[in-house]
């Protein structure tokens, strides 16, 4: 998990992509969600995970990208499972190459959703999503609490894995037992985990408070948000992209394998 969320983490850097304006970003990753969203054969999703590595490429952040994917890999497996024991649970159906192809496309579906956000948070600042978000006429209230969710969860995730640390240095033993007592094992770590959320909480409650939070409606910032020729370019290859995209899909006699 702690790998998933360092991809999901912004890494500064001077690229083209990390240039771009964030709402043509979030476009871009919308877009290559919806494209894999659309399409389950496995030679579309790894053009399209081919495609998000190129970007990463470009971006130098390839490796943080890589390792998004690996971490997500127990939740892939899941997905994959879950889907070809469903399909075994249907009538008439029995264990052969096709239940397995089929299970094996939705899990690698899930790698294109992954892979295409985690490109977005890797090259894009917090403060620039916001922004993002209210040029985009989100309520600031909804777009505060998402940006503070994003902050906050790879600090948490840090935290859990070193009270889980801190544990097992005690003598507690988690690989242990049955899964009831597994789960009762996890309640010392639980427990400073929601004391450590409930007082950055409470924290956080105050400093925006001190601060006037919300006392008024309109809001400056101190860089605006201002499309660029290179944002025009992107965003447009992107949505010709979509729409040859959809017109293959649905009005096209080209069969995909």
Not at 24 to 49: D, F, G, H, P, R
Not at 199 to 212: F, M, N, P, Q, T
């Amino acid at each position: 998990m702690s790998t998933i969320l360092r991809g999901l983490q912004f890494y500064p850097g001077k690229t083209i992509i990390h240039k771009l304006d964030p709402r043509v970003k979030l476009v871009i990753s919308l877009l290559l969600m919806a494209t894999a969203m659309m399409y389950i054969e496995v030679t579309i999703i790894t053009i399209i995970v081919v495609t998000e590595a190129v970007l990463a490429i470009i971006a130098k952040v390839f490796s943080r990208w890589a390792r998004t994917v690996y971490g997500a890999a127990p939740l892939i497996i899941f997905v994959f499972i879950a889907n070809f024991l469903f399909k075994l649970s249907m009538p008439g159906q029995s264990i052969n190459l096709q239940s397995i192809y089929e299970a094996l496309q939705l899990a690698y579906r899930l790698v294109a959703f992954l892979a295409s956000f985690s490109i977005f948070f890797l090259t894009t600042t917090p403060e620039e999503l916001g922004m993002a978000l209210t040029k985009m006429k989100v309520p600031y209230m909804y777009t505060f609490a998402f940006i503070s969710a994003i902050r906050f969860t790879p600090i948490l995730a840090e935290e859990l894995q070193s009270i889980v640390d801190a544990q097992k240095s005690r003598g507690l033993e988690l690989e242990k037992g049955n899964i009831i007592s597994r789960l009762r094992r996890y309640i010392p770590i639980l427990v400073p985990l929601m004391v450590n959320v409930l007082r950055r909480s409470y924290e956080l409650a105050e400093a925006i408070e001190v601060k006037c939070f919300g006392a008024k409606k309109n809001r400056t910032y101190l860089r605006e948000l201002k499309m660029k020729l290179k944002d025009w370019t992107a965003l447009s290859i992107s949505v010709t992209l979509f729409i040859l995209a959809v017109y293959i899909r649905y009005f096209s006699k080209i069969v995909i394998p």
